[in-house]
């Protein structure tokens, strides 16, 4: 049986294992030298002013650049910098943090769902810090002016005055104003939702005897090149939809090589900056042209995404008003998917990296949710949905080992052909071929099962990678996150032994466990006539065992539970169909062939 598909099931299998390979071998040792990389950033703490957009930048506008502000203190840590200058607090039911009064820029704000360990009491997650801090990461917003126009405009370092509430909640938004002493009075009103939505709207009142034209801009600026997972299937770095352009992912190490990328303007879309689970990304409101673009600043180590808005003319005496949202947050799929129905923003589903299977990935998450929400437990709801999807597939894979019966049950006519042609191949896969088709025998019928669970494992692998509510998610006994290996190891006894080993010897419970399931699951087909396809099927177990340990512990469950409900239902069909299942024979004979070698060396 395998002699007929083992050119396909090698192929397979060879995919898979480069798969594995690239995780433990390439991945691994890059997200090591990215945590150094970090760690020596950490050390260096910046202050470097952004660059601001410039009217020449504005949709049909010319324009001359706005000179940036001057150096920054830098400070040792990140409660220095917040406590240098004065702040509006910021607290709602998932967030907690502050605006700072010196530019009127949101550059605090901590997660409170979220920790940064399975440990509660763990600090919570920090998404945006000031200037002067280790990692400055915020969002500001404003205005620019046409070149050679003789206004004064706020800047980084503006200190802006509090009007009305002087705390930022869902029920109280707070108003921040500035006299340029020349006329022209300028309001910038934050306004929170009970999640991750913010909404900022800029006024400008115009008392001065004559017409004049801003551009509004917002931008998010993160100093230095964060920690990033490193694998291919997920994006972190600049991300954004424009329009019929569609979603746009630019990686730091791109914009570090070409300094800036700017799409097309647009009147839809959104842009930022994604981490795994976090993002931080800017909405201008549908329908109003902006011009997008991200940037690298390598004087100050800078990354940037910023939109400028088209000219707003503000007549004298008169009043102009922008508005925009602002999402700063966890990357929740149901609470993504309701921003981008009741805002109207384009495709904001896509802030989450389904992939190329979108199609297969994003529904599985709905299901293992859904079924998360009935029994309360991700590792269960993904046992469940393995049953589902067996379930699903039952005709094809009933089919499948049928017709693998049936190829076990003709072993003796096959034979028989091949003795009779010696070697001529032609006549005997025409004999073959005109066997199966008598006995209605598909030979490629082994593959089918392999073949259906290629896709899912990828689907079911994206999910546990990319989706936060897999994060820290836990199972039962000792896997307190789903997203995480399998934290024990044999190599310690499984913890009784006061060491821990390095990554490559960490071999947990569930890896074996996966493991012996996969090594049963070979050995209930006759082995494969070749010695070296022997070798391979009888070692493979072990490798796909020592690969998997550094994957998810919910993938190597998913897949151990699959291997064994796939042992199951071989055994069912096959016994139905009236032919002998060869584990016990196939095991036996292992011992037999190792009894044999030893008896022929004495």
Request: net charge negative; with cysteine.
């Amino acid at each position: 049986m395998f002699s007929e598909n083992r050119n396909t099931f090698l192929a397979i299998i060879l995919s898979l294992m480069v798969l594995l390979a690239w995780q433990y071998f390439v991945a691994q040792p890059q997200i090591e030298r990215q945590q150094a990389a970090l760690e020596a950033q950490q050390a260096q703490a910046s202050g470097s002013d952004p660059q601001a957009p410039t009217a020449e930048n504005a949709p049909g506008q010319p324009g001359t650049a706005i000179p940036a502000a001057g150096g920054q203190t830098t400070f040792q840590s990140r409660d220095q910098a917040l406590a240098a200058s004065e702040r509006i607090i910021i607290d709602t039911p998932r967030v907690n943090g502050s605006i700072n009064l010196t530019g009127a820029r949101l550059d605090d704000l901590r997660l409170k769902d979220y920790h940064e360990t399975v440990d509660r009491s763990s600090p919570t997650i920090v998404l945006f810090s000031p200037r002067g801090a280790p990692n400055p990461y915020f969002a500001d917003y404003g205005w620019v002016a046409d070149a050679g126009a003789n206004v004064t405009l706020p800047g980084p370092e503006t200190v802006w005055r509090v009007e009305g509430s002087s705390r930022l909640t869902p029920s109280t938004p707070v108003t921040l104003t500035y006299d340029n002493g020349e006329g022209l009075t300028f309001k910038r009103t934050f306004s929170i939702d009970e999640n991750y939505m913010f909404s900022v709207a800029r006024t400008v009142e115009n008392a001065t005897g004559e017409d004049l034209t801003l551009y509004p801009y917002g931008m998010i600026v993160r100093t230095g090149e964060p920690e990033t997972v490193g694998f291919y299937i997920l994006h972190e770095g600049m991300i954004g939809v424009f329009g019929e352009d569609g979603l746009q992912e630019v990686d730091y190490s791109d914009l570090q090589e070409d300094g800036s990328v700017k799409p097309n303007a647009v009147d839809r879309g959104w842009l930022g900056i994604t981490d795994k689970y976090w993002a931080a990304t800017l909405v201008p409101t549908p329908g109003e042209t902006f011009q997008p673009s991200f940037r690298y600043f390598p004087g100050n180590n800078n990354f940037q995404a910023d939109y400028l808005g088209g000219g707003r003319t503000i007549p004298a005496g008169g009043v102009v008003e922008t508005s925009s949202h602002l999402f700063a947050g966890a990357k929740e799929t149901n609470l993504i998917d309701a921003y981008e129905a009741d805002l109207d923003i384009e495709r904001f589903e896509l802030l989450v990296d389904w992939g190329w299977f979108y199609f297969l990935t994003k529904p599985m998450f709905y299901v293992i949710d859904w079924l998360f929400h009935l029994v309360g437990n991700f590792g269960v709801a993904i046992l469940l949905v393995t049953v589902i999807i067996k379930l699903i597939f039952f005709p094809l894979a009933n089919k499948s080992y049928v017709s693998m019966s049936k190829m076990k049950l003709v072993q003796p006519q096959m034979q028989e052909i091949r003795e009779r042609y010696g070697d001529d191949r032609t006549k005997q896969q025409q004999a073959l071929m005109e066997l199966y088709k008598k006995e209605k025998i598909n030979p490629l019928a082994g593959c089918l099962p392999i073949l259906i669970q290629i896709p899912v494992f990828f689907a079911l692998y994206k999910v546990l990678f990319v989706t936060i509510e897999m994060r820290h998610a836990p199972f039962f006994g000792w896997i307190q996150d789903l997203s995480a290996p399998d934290p024990t190891t044999i190599f310690n006894l499984f913890g009784l032994i006061p060491w821990d080993p390095p990554q490559l010897l960490m071999l947990g419970i569930w890896p074996i466990i996966m493991g012996i399931t996969m090594f049963v699951q070979m050995k209930m087909n006759p082995a494969p006539p070749d010695p070296t396809q022997q070798m391979i099927f009888t070692w493979m177990p072990v490798l796909f065992t020592f690969m998997l340990a550094s994957f998810p512990a919910g993938l190597v469950i998913y897949w151990a539970w699959n291997n064994f409900l796939s042992i199951a239902q071989q055994w069912v069909i096959m016994s139905r169909q009236g032919v002998k299942v060869e584990l016990w024979d196939n095991l036996g004979g292992m011992f037999k062939k190792k009894k044999q070698a030893t008896d022929d060396k004495s």
